[in-house]
């Protein structure tokens, strides 16, 4: 079973960046098809973006897109999501997933089976 470390969460000022990282503890993190995901206080949790087993596909919910980008090392085990020009809305709990299901075009979070604890992320205007 493998465990999903977040860190690199943080408060910024509207427009600023941060670069959130995912540690996975298994060695067989590459044969995980990856994910972000978010959940601000009184909603649901929504997904962020999602990443492939090698890192050749992936995909962005609008309200991010060009402005994160998610990539990861399979060498180091790491999951990553650089996010800039941060907004007030972005503000929420941020998770990685993991899944060993396909790769597809499902955004559902039942699909994936490890989940780390999460880093906040709060975005002041």
């Known amino acids: 079973q493998v465990q999903l470390v977040e860190s690199g969460g943080g408060s910024v000022q509207a427009g600023g960046s941060l670069r959130l990282s995912c540690a996975a503890s298994?060695?067989?993190?590459?044969?995980?098809?990856m994910a972000w995901f978010r959940q601000a206080p009184g909603k649901e949790r929504e997904a962020v973006a999602r990443i492939s087993t090698a890192g050749l596909k992936t995909d962005y919910v609008d309200a991010v897109k060009g402005r994160f980008t998610i990539s990861r090392d399979n060498a180091k085990n790491t999951l990553y999501l650089q996010m800039n020009s941060l907004k007030p809305e972005d503000t929420a709990m941020y998770y990685c997933a993991a899944k060993y299901r396909p790769y597809s075009d499902s955004w559902d979070p039942a699909e994936y089976n490890y989940w780390g604890q999460g880093t906040q992320v709060a975005v002041s205007s």
């Open positions: 298994e060695y067989t993190f590459s044969i995980y098809n």
